[in-house]
């Protein structure tokens, strides 16, 4: 019996492979420099640990609204307003099991088959996979190196056929860690007005931003759709919790969706996600996003100097995209060979797409800076043994 | 701009407005029996409880592998051996948020656009609604109360067409509470080999029957897709928590899309899961299934007697599938003036679809026999108004 036809066209991940080779070497007891996974190594704040601990001696784990327990949407919403001075329904959030089934809802809510959306790349390795699964297809749009990885208008425009019905911009970029200004939301959204198109604004990264708050697609306009998620500012990956803001007139489909799709969001990550919003707990993931920033700044500081080309300015998120065609022109045998050679673990950039994928490779800052000089060092010493 | 088709296509539910009419009666001070929720009233075992908390405090809450813990795998596998005497794979075993979730990986893995899905009806609502988010096609097979609302070949039969992919089988059924013999099993098997279609059983109220433990799809076949939930069996609807068991060859597609698709299933609700499988918590849990059985002993004894036809034999699941055409062929006012009249909350047929939904009600037995009986006392004392 056949499969259906998509399962032909979801792509693996280069970055399972690298963790299948990590796993083995540090199985063989290699010391492994692990820069290649998209979650931050900071654990979940103590007080949400406490919180979920009190909800689950004091509070029901049962079935709750799809759309979410209202305390945290009224939190949610409150924060726009804190962080971006946007004053939002919080009728318009809508939690979800992670910002993966935000982005899946607004997929599903918005795209008809055969329908494009046109994706910046590189880019998040799961946009065209998902939209696989709702049968519309993703259309790369390239960032050029010598744009400064920035999307130009000229860009998407080129990008245009008569099925496209949306564009998805992550903002901070997941591998560039770009950042989108006000004025860059304003550009696109008012293209994608022109064109009829849905925009929908990955904003997943958002808190982790070094340049001050990273602008949300909520401070140019109500129409848009915003993803969100508790994964990252709030190092609650393994808790699947996120929400989707959907324009006023989609909320009560979306509703309808989601009481098909997941029935209920988690629940004790939603009643101890509440006391993230307080203030001691906002501080301490900033306190965090300032080590990450120092983090940042020490790697700016460092691989340029090896030769090392950091594509984009990495303003937010946790990656540097770099360019690596100085040393190879086949990223997959680099990262395979650092790995080995000097036990470094890097992402090739082929996961990404994009226009050079080939000589590219994502670095995932998500360790000490102890641990980053080392890892430094270990590529210095690797890359020289590549021009010895 | 306008939204994708299947959100015209995706119905609401008349449980939700129910459930908005019993929320405002109690805020009024009104005391509702509440016979029309689709979850068990038995909170989370206290030792997953325990367990959670410990997990809280000792182990990492970030993203784990996309298809689940293996010792979560192992332990699921090692069930099947237990309660059924089939040897499985546990990599066959795909763990996933909520069965809902495994429900949509299925249908991921094995529909195209246009391909059709054989439901029994009356049935689970969402899964009609489901198939529009792959844009596939829910074709109902309508099960009649002259044949005990069994499905008969001859059914499946009439209602195939060239693009029939797959049948859909719950067992134990909500809301019938009907349960799939061994041999029903193989003839549909047979069924669906000889045409060429998948067959997937959700199994997501197993555990919960009466009359032993309900004969599994596995026992019958490797080639189908199993679904299942710590949901119900486990009182653990709020954690998001299921799984689905592939045929092996659809093993790996399962995977890539569910690294796509939810990433990672909610990581505590895994480490807490663990200790369900221990026999001390299994017990108790089948201690709560002697006690769902009493009840609907109960309602066996006292709803026929007046004049109120239970539909199919109920022997699992927490819910009966009534006939009230001797009192009404508009159940759904009938519910509205039930809840309003008598204070007793049961869901209407047109949830369900099937033959008569206009003349049938839900009552699913959530309640310990005390309130049972008030809630018997209570429709008896209405019904009399209706007939006098
Ligand atoms: C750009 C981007 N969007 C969405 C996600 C989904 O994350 P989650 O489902 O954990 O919220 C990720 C995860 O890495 C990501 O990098
Ligand atoms: C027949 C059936 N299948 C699947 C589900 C999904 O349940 P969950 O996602 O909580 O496992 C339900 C929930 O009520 C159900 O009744």
Redesign the interface.
């Known amino acids: 019996?056949t499969?259906?036809?998509?399962?032909q066209l979801?792509?693996?991940?280069y970055v399972?492979e690298i963790l299948g080779q990590v796993e083995k070497l540090e199985q063989q007891g290699v010391d492994v420099i692990r820069l290649f996974?998209g979650?931050p190594d900071f654990?979940?704040p103590p007080a949400i640990?406490e919180a979920?601990?009190e909800a689950?001696?004091h509070q029901?784990?049962?079935?709750?609204n799809s759309t979410g327990i209202l305390e945290l949407k009224q939190a949610i919403a409150e924060r726009y307003q804190r962080w971006h001075g946007v004053s939002l329904d919080p009728n318009r959030v809508i939690i979800t099991?992670?910002g993966?089934?935000a982005l899946?809802l607004a997929f599903?809510?918005?795209?008809?088959?055969g329908d494009e959306v046109l994706l910046p790349e590189p880019g998040y390795p799961?946009n065209k996979?998902?939209l696989h699964?709702?049968?519309a297809v993703g259309v790369p749009v390239y960032l050029e190196a010598d744009q400064g990885m920035q999307l130009t208008l000229d860009a998407l425009e080129k990008a245009l056929t008569d099925k496209t019905k949306a564009v998805l911009i992550a903002s901070p970029s997941n591998p560039l860690g770009s950042v989108m200004s006000k004025e860059q939301w304003q550009q696109v959204m008012q293209f994608c007005q022109q064109h009829?198109?849905?925009l929908i604004a990955d904003e997943i990264y958002h808190g982790i931003s070094f340049d001050g708050l990273a602008p949300s697609l909520l401070e140019v306009t109500q129409?848009g759709w915003v993803l969100q998620s508790f994964s990252k500012f709030y190092g609650?990956?393994?808790?699947?919790l996120g929400w989707l803001v959907a324009?006023e007139?989609?909320v009560e489909?979306c509703e309808?969706?989601a009481?098909?799709?997941?029935?209920?969001?988690?629940?004790?990550?939603q009643q101890a996600a509440l006391v993230g919003f307080q203030p001691e707990v906002e501080q301490l993931c900033f306190d965090r996003v300032a080590e990450i920033k120092r983090r940042r700044d020490f790697l700016m500081q460092t691989l340029p100097a090896l030769g090392l080309n950091i594509l984009a300015n990495p303003d937010g998120a946790f990656y540097l995209y770099i360019d690596i065609s100085a040393y190879s022109k086949d990223a997959k045998a680099f990262c395979a060979d650092l790995l080995e050679k000097a036990g470094v673990a890097v992402t090739p950039g082929l996961d990404f797409g994009g226009p050079n994928p080939d000589s590219c490779i994502r670095l995932a800052y998500t360790v000490g800076i102890d641990r980053l000089q080392q890892a430094v060092d270990r590529i210095e010493h690797y890359l020289k043994t590549l021009t010895a």
Chains 1, 2 share one sequence.
């Not at 499969?3 to 399962?7: E, I, V, Y």
């Not at 609650?236 to 699947?240: A, D, F, L, V």
């Not at 009481?259 to 990550?269: C, G, I, K």
């Open positions: 019996m499969l259906a036809t998509r399962t979801i792509s693996p991940f399972v996974v979650e654990a979940t640990i979920a601990k689950l001696t029901s784990q049962g079935y709750v099991p992670g993966s089934m899946q599903l809510a918005t795209l008809n088959p799961c996979n998902l699964t709702v049968n009829s198109l849905q129409d609650m990956t393994g808790w699947r324009p007139n989609a489909a309808r969706i009481q098909n799709l997941f029935l209920s969001s988690p629940v004790l990550a």
